[in-house]
């Protein structure tokens, strides 16, 4: 598994700025946490989803290809730190745009 961060900067309101996402070894999306500048998570798996959170339809790209839009800075991360955006994300869907 690999794990991964990408901060987008944007002016948007209805658009998370925070993306963490959890990828299988061919990069599809396993879990994935969308943070709003408001604080509140909207997430996605297999299994359930909220908000208009949803599972990429094609894999992630490398980080090297989202980095060539200056707007994305994608990381990777630890396994934990994953885990700890996806173990908060619940106590953070109550606040609504």
Not at 17 to 45: P, T
Not at 64 to 69: H, K, P, Q, V
């Amino acid at each position: 598994m690999n794990y991964i961060k990408v901060e987008w900067t944007h002016s948007f309101a209805t658009e998370p700025v925070l993306l963490f996402s959890e990828l299988d070894k061919d990069r599809w999306e396993i879990r994935k946490v969308e943070v709003y500048r408001d604080g509140h998570c909207e997430f996605a798996d297999a299994k359930e989803s909220f908000g208009s959170a949803m599972l990429s339809k094609v894999p992630i790209p490398p980080l090297s290809e989202i980095a060539t839009d200056p707007q994305f800075d994608p990381m990777e991360i630890t396994r934990d730190e994953f885990e700890i955006a996806w173990t908060e994300r619940r106590g953070n869907t109550s606040q609504k745009r």
